[in-house]
């Protein structure tokens, strides 16, 4: 990332900027091609945008107001960078927009689009966050330790970092007259750090998930076989709780991590949809320039009003290699596996359409900038 002149920033942004100011300009730009083995019954050839880092540009920056207290700010936007389009549904800033405070030792206080407690703290521990995004995602995102999906009208409290332990909470305002609770968001998380080791659990609950999050994957009630959020339908609310680990040694990183994500009243029922989602991965530096890792995810769901019992067998690849410290060609594999009478799907709309039978192989290579 590039500290952009102030005075540039000034001039084509309208801003003031302060003494002790600081605005940084950043971003990505990821494109590649995409093979995948059945796509609808197909196999598809296709290019790609934000496969492994969702191609971005942001503004973030501090204003130092004196006795330790500072103004925060982030604004990020996400597109297409074959077509330009916008991404998050067409959103501005999709990706981030928050305002806040900060002091060592108090803390952070920030309102906006924000990100929650699950990404912040179990994100960390998962091998697409490692910077190979959502092709290795949990079983189309379904407890969104990808990001799939990010939190409106939300305020967000994290704490100093106190013997290695930083808390947070976060509560959204669904903003629904006479209904307090209707598309609200509730959500907490811990993590500690202790030299190469990350540990970290979080927690979500959402009212009426299917229209609070329009950048989410829900679908409408119907055919459960339309990805794995077609046995969710429209749900009146999603619970997720999850906790995970990572250890660097050496030139290794491994890492673990669990969720269980609850769907109250599933697919128009009375009934829930419950997933467990497990993964163990590993990355390791062959030379400074050459990265390669893999890892293996068990996704099993739980449908109450139909007693299906969806699985997703996904075994996960990567090979990346560095022509510079921005600029990196990233080869990224996954081959999944379905039963219990669900479909293959590897992140549905992301990388292709579903799969007509239980296998889908889905190889993607790309060229990747960071700046």
Known sequence: MKKAPIGILTAVLSTSAFAQ??????????????????????????AASGTNLGSRWGLKGSEDLGAGL?????????????????????????????VGLTTPSSGTLTMGRQYDSIVDYV???????????GIFAHANDIDNTND????????????????????????????????????????????YVLGNLYVAAGYLFAKNPGTQFADGNFVANGSRNVGVFGYVGQPANEQIIGAGAKYKIGH??????????????ANGTTSTAIFDSY????????????QVGG???????????????????????VASYALSKRTDFALTTVIQHAAGGAYADIYNN?????SSGVNQVAVHVGLRHRF
């Open 123 to 133: 994100g960390p521990t998962t091998l697409n966050l490692q910077s190979w995004g």
């Open 350 to 354: 992301v990388v292709a359409a579903q």
């Open 70 to 98: 500072k103004a925060i700010f982030a604004l990020e936007n996400g597109f297409n960078s074959y077509t330009g389009k916008l991404g998050q549904g067409g959103l501005q800033f999709g990706r981030q927009a928050w």
């Open 295 to 317: 890892g293996y995810t068990f996704v099993s769901g739980r449908v109450h009003y139909d007693d299906a019992g969806p699985k997703y067998h996904q075994i996960n690849l």
């Open 21 to 46: 100011s600081s605005v940084t300009l950043y971003g990505i730009v990821d494109n590649g091609i995409t093979y995948v083995s059945n796509s609808g019954g197909k196999s598809l050839w296709g």
């Open 279 to 290: 993964e163990a991965w590993g990355t390791y530096y062959i030379t400074p320039a050459l």
């Open 252 to 265: 290794a990183i491994l890492g673990a991590n669990y969720t269980n994500t609850r769907f109250g009243e």
């Open 148 to 191: 799939g999906f990010r939190v409106n009208n939300s305020v967000k409290y994290t704490s100093p970092t106190i013997a290695g332990v930083t808390v947070s909470g976060m509560y959204a305002f669904g903003g629904v007259a006479g209904e307090f609770g209707r598309n609200s968001t509730a959500a907490g998380g811990i993590s």
